[in-house]
């Protein structure tokens, strides 16, 4: 239904998409992960016209041709987005927000089951029609936001970050209601921070690492892979490659911790990111992602003794978590300095400044005083 293909995106002199390609069927969820400024918000503004792709970029719904299009003749042509922020009309109450989501042609006839619809799905702004946006609480706008979106009747449903703010008993139920938009035929492509849940509702999955897409599939098998869930998850499999940094990453999470502790921490960042990276490269040789090539045509390269090519991808992964190494080792070196010199100042003695010695008077000085005394006093 959706076909971005060959997407790439350049702010002045910085690249941030490079030759991304996405596709969304009818009644599928697909889910976007990758760290932040990976090109993740960049990537949803290029499809729905709001930032404009380099030459060479398709976007097509249901093989029509919306590349060049304006944001507003994107939306007609059925896809919405639901931005980050959420972006309602506080001032406004649900109801007005709600017709406002219906002003494009395309929605005006499916107005009142739309209207339905959005209801059905979401209770509580039933009985919200007429209170102010702002009033609302976090997850109560989000379902406004959404709302709005589905009331212009689209085919495909695009969300940033909609997890962005929200309570953990307001996301499983946000993530709920995505189950429910998708069940009623709207493709669902979703950005998101939150990979255990996303994951979860999920049908398919994108990694975006850097501007380039690092890795697609199902997203079951997604949940599964060892470098997903060490990325992305906080956790990995017992599978030879990753033990070592399984030990490493079920340690305490690395945070800002108390004076006393930084040091530890700050050790445990420097050896978690010196294990990603060994893990990484020791995955490649071992059949891992490279150039594309499946994992037994990799062992059988491998058992032929021909070397391993990285791909640039995987190479910059590597390098990255290389950088991430000494960067953190820098860190940890500049915290054992400052706590030496903390301690330096703490227990350094303090010399007492001794009293200055009165000088001793010249001998001759005090013979040639002397003299003169007796020689007044015979004188007199």
């Not at 390609?21 to 503004?45: D, M, P, R, W, Y």
Request: proline share 3%.
């Amino acid at each position: 239904m959706l076909e971005a293909n060959h997407i790439s995106v350049t702010y002045g002199a910085h690249r941030a998409l490079e030759d991304v390609s996405v596709h969304v069927g009818q009644g599928e969820i697909c889910v976007i992960l990758g760290a932040n400024g990976a090109g993740k918000s960049t990537f949803l503004k290029a499809i729905s016209g709001m930032v404009k792709p380099a030459p060479g970029a398709n976007v097509s719904i249901d093989g029509t041709d919306i590349t060049t299009m304006t944001a507003n003749r994107i939306v007609e042509q059925g896809i919405a987005l639901v931005p980050e922020g959420r972006g309602i009309f506080g001032d406004l109450t649900v109801a007005e927000n709600l017709e406002l989501g219906a002003y494009g042609k395309q929605a005006r006839a499916e107005r009142d089951a739309q209207y339905a619809k959005v209801l059905a799905l979401f209770p509580k702004l039933s009985e919200r029609l007429g209170q102010i946006a702002r009033t609302m609480s976090g997850g109560e706008q989000q379902m406004v936001a959404i709302g709005r979106a589905l009331m212009s009747n689209p085919k495909i449903l695009m969300l940033d970050e909609p997890s962005l703010g929200l309570s953990p008993l307001l996301c499983g139920e946000l993530f709920k209601s995505l189950k429910d938009v998708r069940d009623t035929g709207v493709g669902i492509l979703l950005v998101e921070q939150n990979a255990k849940q996303s994951l979860a509702i999920a049908d398919r999955a994108y990694l975006l690492e850097n501007g380039h897409i690092t890795g697609e599939g199902r997203a079951r098998e997604m949940a599964n892979d060892p470098a997903v869930q060490a990325a992305y998850l906080g956790g990995v499999a017992n599978d030879g490659a990753y033990r070592r940094l399984g030990e490493v990453q079920n340690r305490q999470a690395v945070r800002l911790a108390p004076r006393s502790n930084r040091a530890e921490t700050a050790s445990d960042l420097a050896a978690r990111a010196t294990e990603i990276q060994r893990a990484h490269v020791e995955r490649l040789r071992s059949g891992g992602q490279m150039n594309g090539t499946s994992s037994k045509h990799a062992q059988q390269i491998k058992a032929k003794g021909e070397p391993i090519i990285m791909s640039r991808e995987a190479e910059d992964l590597s390098n990255r978590a290389s950088e991430m190494a000494s960067r953190a080792t820098s860190v940890l070196a500049a915290h054992v300095a400052a706590k030496r010199q903390e301690f330096a100042e703490q227990h350094s003695a303090v010399v007492p400044v001794a009293a200055e010695k009165p000088k001793k008077k010249d001998k001759k000085a005090k013979k040639d005083k002397k003299a003169k005394k007796s020689k007044k006093k015979k004188q007199k």
